[in-house]
């Protein structure tokens, strides 16, 4: 329940802030490979300190993480494949897994685990599209519902709250 | 009312939105590398609290997935300075004994290599472990290994090849109490076999019978008759130069139906041999039937065998089994891990909430394996006041996943120079060569003046203490074929009797298991050679022994009459139920064979009758053909 009300103050503080819906979609789609992909991998700490430097709403990204991970659970059988096929039926890719895997730093990122790779695969494919739908949901959300929420008592007391302080922190400039 | 890409008017202020001008925005928040470097930092002091016990148990998990037994360790030291990893307190359980370790160290240090670590992939310079024990008894029992997972599968498939090759108990049944017995006739292969051959010869008959009338003789036959018969007397003259080439057409024709059916007649010829040739390989495969079921109804009589192999077999197969059984083991395992060739290597990948998938490997020729352990050197002491006692040093090199990049055999040798007065010495050294296609094991264990192993010898009330003698082993595996041998010299051999029953301690059963037990109670040095040869999967045990050899003979002398008697009992029985079932199949394979015979030379005969009176014809027509002006034959 505390769960469900944090992720539902953190979404109508993302969707008051001051970030551009360009922000907030970037944000969004970098979250969603925190939680498309398997977590415990180097690209998802990549991830992470983007969101933490770059100039997007780090609150859309931890709501895209828990958005997103029940359906990269669904998806895994997808991925597995998608992976399996890359890594083991494309010949042509061979040379290339082959080069990567004998340099430094690269087999740490776990690419040739089937999984990781084609949930990064379908992260990427799916960047655009999640940038895309998110900017214009938040549009259409603040040019319809937004006023009214920001006016109301609910909206004063998520913002009034200590939480809201640190959170501004990361909310984009 | 605010809109995208404008700065939203102030909470609560109740304004109308205004249209601000656009901010500029620097890409980087720079104050969001503040938590950044705290991350590092917590990640840093983790690592520090508790990164090596995190380690510890992460190779504990690996090691005991890969070997498939228990593998404990007390302390982990990692130096990150001088690339050094230091395991204190290691422990790895017997596969085969849950209460016993297979190997303990005190100290196991190795050395690193940095740059492949960066690859992720482990390079040991050098390994040493210190204060090494073998075979001590554990505490706890030592977990099971996964039942999915590798290892089980592999002890599970051994028990499997093992059951294959274990021989029945030794029987030592008084002759004399040999009654007859009675055979089911649907035990006996060579009925099972007749009965299919029937089934065979019938349809094999059915064919040849279908196949006669496919010949379509009598259309041809009643052509012929009608063509000779219509030109019967007819003279050239008669005919004139139209009906006479007409005529001569008509015999033509008629003799080419005639060549044809022949044809036909002669592929059935050659069907109906092929037919009797199959149904006489039948009966002759009845005969190898015939003699595994002598061996079978002997083996309802529990007869004992005074073969020297199957005494061998029954006595010391057991034990023979054992030792090969833990070498293929070991041999499965490296297999398995070491696999040939540089193909991209498929395996299970980590245990995670998400789906582990596979993870694969890209081996590259002229670069690091996954794994090397360049040299490893162990000193091993054993104490106590036994035959073990003593200092052994053991060196392995190249040991490795992928063989094919280091391209060097791993050889490993282990030696022991007893001391406390014990002559006793252990020397091993072993090839596994994996770096070709193909691979090419080979493993060479003495061990003189040590303990011999204790066992009871199967279906007798008697134990055999080895005590103190030599044995060696060797194996040689190339690809699928493997030739071990295992020799065994016990040159003060003790003998115990043991219970038959909880009451009767050495009670003897009859006279055959009394003369039995004399003989291998005069035996004071024992001999065994265990020979394991052919393929890996399915390979032939041969074992024998001086023993076996002695009691053969004695059991020869004494029970040899009997025993001949007995068997020539049963193979009477077996005869009797085998000759009244293949009798039919012999009558119908001299029918099928007659029949064949009979029905083709019926069909030539009466061909060849037609084709000479077609080509009387023929001649009688042709003669004229020079008064006629005809055309020549061709």
Known sequence: MLALLKTLQSLIKELHSDGTPLQIALGAALGAALGLTPIANVHNAIVLALLLILNVSFGAGML????????????????????????????????????????????????????????????????????????????????????????????RAVTASQAYNVYRWFSPE | MSIAGSAPSSAGT??????????????????????????????????????EALLRNTIEEAATKFLGTEVDIAQLDVSLRDATVELRGVSIADPFDRMRNLVEADRVRGVLEGRPLLERKIILRTLVLGGMRTGTTRRTPSAPAPKNGFAAATLRSLDVWAARLRKPVASFTPIDTIRSIVLDPAQ???VKRALEAAS?????????????????LEPVLDSARAVTTRLKGASPRALGIDGTRQAVADVRRTIAQVDSAKKRVEALARDA???????????????????????????????PSIEGPDLGGALFGDVSIDRFQKVMYWAEMAQKYVPPGLLPREKPGPQRLRMA???????KAREYPDFLLKRGDIALAVGGRNAATGNYAATITNVTTM???????????LSRRSTAGVVASIDSRGVLDHVGGRIRDSLGVTASGVTLPSFPLPGLPIRANLGAGNSRIDVLRVGNRIAARWTMDAPDVAWQRTATSPTAAGAVRNQMEALALRVIEGVDDLNITADLTGDIA????????????????????????????????????????VDEKTAPIKAKADSLRAEGEQRVAEARARLDDEKQKLDDRLKALLSARGILGLPGTE
């Open chain 2, 14 to 51: 109740g304004a109308e939105p205004v249209l601000l001008p656009r901010q500029r925005r620097g890409i980087v928040r720079w104050k969001g590398i503040i938590p950044l470097a705290l991350i590092l930092l917590a990640i840093v002091v983790v690592w520090l609290t508790m990164g």
């Open chain 2, 273 to 303: 041999k092929t037919s009797v040739a199959i149904v006489d390989d039948e009966l002759h495969a009845l005969d190898d039937a015939r003699r595994a079921d002598y061996a079978f109804a002997r083996s309802l009589l529990k007869l």
């Open chain 2, 188 to 190: 006996l292969a060579t």
């Open chain 2, 357 to 363: 998938g596979s993870t694969v490997s890209f081996p």
């Open chain 2, 403 to 413: 063989p094919a990049l280091v391209r060097e055999p791993t050889r490993f040798t």
């Open chain 2, 538 to 577: 399915k390979p032939t045990l041969n074992v024998r022994s001086n023993l076996d050899q002695l009691l053969a003979e004695r059991l020869r002398t004494v029970g040899g009459e009997e025993l001949a008697k007995a068997e020539a009992k049963v193979r009477a029985q077996v005869d009797r139920i």
């Open chain 2, 200 to 216: 065979r010869a019938d349809s094999l008959q059915g064919a040849l019978v279908a196949s006669y009338r496919g010949l379509a």
């Open chain 1, 64 to 155: 895209a993480w828990g958005l997103f991970v029940p359906l990269g659970f669904i998806l895994d059988p997808v991925f597995d494949r998608v992976g399996h096929m890359l890594l083991m039926e494309t010949p042509a890719l061979t040379p290339l897994w082959t080069s990567w895997f004998n340099t430094p730093l690269v087999p740490y990122t776990n690419f040739n685990n089937t999984v990781v790779l084609g949930s990064v695969v379908g992260w990427l494919v799916l960047f655009i599209p999640i940038v895309l739908l998110v900017k214009f949901l938040v549009v259409r959300y603040r040019a319809t519902y937004g006023e009214r929420v920001r006016k109301s008592k609910f909206y």
